[in-house]
Every structure is written in structure tokens, then in C-alpha cells.
């Protein structure tokens, strides 16, 4: 299977606790973004990286959220001193930049439930 | 800010019954996109519409953008159990560089009754 994967698949966490989330794009794909839905609503976008570099954040991100490419290929999404309202789907969606729009390829999703 | 508006929130129709979806915004998109969610599902591509008025098929599937590219619609023609999910569609307005960020409308829950 050559398209977007996260993991975990679930997380579980008690307030205050930390958690961060993978994702592996496509792996010619130069962009990459998250994104968070929870329910009934679209995906929201968080921010986005092309290669390594993380070029925007959505005011969505608080100080507690953190996001980084290392090495330009997967990415992390930490998120620390959980809060409930951070109940939600993360979703992590990757690109290539050489079109002049892209289209944007989305994985299975992190859903984290905050107890 | 820069945001999609999609009606309607839901729709239940009988299978074989038309189905249309759609979205809005109140300034000029670049481009428009729609995805599908199944229930439980990741949001999957289904198309992209850059040009004024451009129409695009895909089986069932017509896919309209507006004149002004304000507006555009997904209709499926004669619906199937196979139809039923969450129809979103998400538009880029190429303002500032930030020809990359989609903005999600928040999208059509469609079931069909079989």
C-alpha cells in the first residue's frame, strides 16, 4: 500500500497527558499537512509543512500543539497536557508541489478521545 | 475569513432518486474540490475544478463550477446504497501564496434508503 499512513489508529489518553501521532505521506510527495475534524464538521486545517520546513500554522494550534518534518519525509503532531476539547480526528494529508494546484491525499486518521 | 458554505446538512433519499449537494463562498475560489467520507472513512478525492463554468463527469457523478467560481454543486443521478457517506467539498483561494490550504465546507451526509 503505497498511500498515506498514521498511526495510531486510536488513542486513548487521560487529561494532561501527552500524545503525538505519525505520519508517513506518499512518498514522493513533498507537502504535508494536518488537519483535525471532529464530528460533523470538515477537516480543519492545522498546518503544513513542504519538505522539512513548516511553512504555516492555523490560529487552530495552540502553544500546547507542535509539529515537526525532521527529515522532510513522515511527520509528528504532539500534543502536550491533552485537554478534552482536543477530542478529535487528526488527519494528515500529503502532496506534490509540482502542479499548480495540488492534490492533496489524505490517510486513515488518528481519533483521540481525552477522558 | 475565507469560508465554504454547503447545503444541505443532510439528505436521505430512496435509491435510484437524485442527490445534489451545494457550496458556496462569498469571494472568488481559485479552485474548488470534493471528497468523499464513508461513514468510519478518511476523506477521499474525488475531483477538482479550476476553470469558470467547467463541468466534469465521472459515472453518476456531475461536478459544476459557477461562472464567477463562487459557487459549485455535486449531483449523482440515480443514487445507489454504494452512494452513502459525507460529500465535502473544499476550495483554495490562491491569495498571499497560500495556494495549498483548503477550506472544508462542512459537508452533506447523504444515506439512501434501499
Known amino acids: 500500500d503505497t498511500g498515506v499512513s498514521q498511526d495510531p489508529r486510536h488513542k486513548i489518553t487521560k487529561r494532561g497527558q501527552n500524545v503525538t501521532f505519525r505520519c508517513d505521506p506518499i512518498s514522493e510527495h513533498n507537502r504535508l499537512y494536518w488537519y483535525r475534524q471532529t464530528l460533523g464538521q470538515g477537516p480543519e486545517f492545522l498546518t503544513y509543512?513542504?519538505?522539512?520546513?513548516?511553512?504555516?500554522k492555523s490560529r487552530l494550534l495552540s502553544d500546547r500543539f507542535s509539529a515537526e518534518r525532521p527529515k522532510g519525509s513522515f511527520s509528528t503532531l504532539e500534543i502536550q497536557r491533552t485537554e478534552q476539547g482536543d477530542s478529535a480526528m487528526y488527519l494528515c494529508?500529503?502532496?506534490?508541489?509540482?502542479?499548480?494546484?495540488?492534490?492533496?491525499?489524505f490517510g486513515p486518521g488518528t481519533r483521540l478521545t481525552v477522558l | 475569513g475565507q469560508q465554504v458554505m454547503q447545503i444541505p446538512q443532510y439528505q436521505h433519499v430512496q435509491e435510484g432518486e437524485d442527490f445534489t449537494t451545494y457550496c458556496n463562498s462569498s469571494t472568488t475560489l481559485s479552485n474548488i474540490q470534493w471528497y468523499k467520507q464513508r461513514p468510519g472513512g478518511h476523506p477521499v478525492f474525488l475531483i477538482q475544478?479550476?476553470?469558470?463554468?467547467e463541468v466534469k463527469k465521472q459515472k453518476r457523478l456531475t461536478f459544476q463550477f459557477g461562472e464567477a467560481k463562487k459557487n459549485s454543486s455535486l449531483h449523482i443521478t440515480a443514487t445507489q446504497t454504494t452512494d452513502v457517506g459525507t460529500y465535502f467539498c473544499?476550495?483554495?483561494?490562491?491569495?498571499?501564496?497560500?495556494?495549498?490550504?483548503?477550506?472544508f465546507g462542512k459537508g452533506t451526509l447523504l444515506t439512501v434508503n434501499p
Open positions: 475544478l479550476v476553470k469558470s463554468g
Open positions: 509543512f513542504q519538505n522539512e520546513a513548516q511553512l504555516e
Open positions: 494529508a500529503s502532496s506534490y508541489s509540482g502542479r499548480a494546484f495540488d492534490t492533496q491525499y
Open positions: 473544499a476550495g483554495l483561494w490562491n491569495s498571499g501564496g497560500s495556494n495549498y490550504k483548503l477550506t
